[in-house]
């Protein structure tokens, strides 16, 4: 049974950073694609960023974090991190991982098959 576990959400002002885990378990992921999310109050789920567990080189983000956000894989702690820096207020929500059996890149929720309970990130201006 596949479980993500987010961790590392908190209160920030503009500017700074925060680094997100997600770490996953319960198979082997190589093979997988996972992603970030965010859904903030009275908004839609949205997508963030993705990458391929079994090569970290494929990625694709969201315009609106391009630049400032990075996701990674950390293959010997199992967890997929995203870096966030020059965080801005408008970037406050509820932070998914996700994953997905499947190595293309995808951004809808629905083509995700597993999905984490979440992590609190707060902008502050």
């Known amino acids: 049974q596949v479980q993500l576990v987010e961790s590392g959400g908190g209160l920030v002002q503009a500017g700074g950073s925060l680094r997100l885990s997600c770490a996953a378990s319960g198979r082997t992921f190589s093979g997988y694609r996972m992603g970030w999310f965010r859904q903030a109050p009275g908004k839609e789920r949205e997508f963030v960023a993705t990458i391929s567990w079994s090569s970290g080189s494929s990625t694709d983000y969201a315009d609106s974090v391009k630049g400032r956000f990075t996701i990674s894989r950390d293959n010997a702690k199992n967890t997929v991190n995203l870096q966030m820096s020059s965080l801005k207020p408008e970037d406050t929500a509820v932070y998914y991982c996700?994953?997905?059996?499947?190595?293309?890149?995808?951004?809808?929720?629905?083509?995700?098959?597993?999905w984490g309970q979440g992590t609190q990130v707060t902008v502050s201006s």
């Open positions: 996700a994953a997905r059996w499947n190595i293309r890149a995808a951004r809808r929720e629905y083509e995700y098959d597993y």
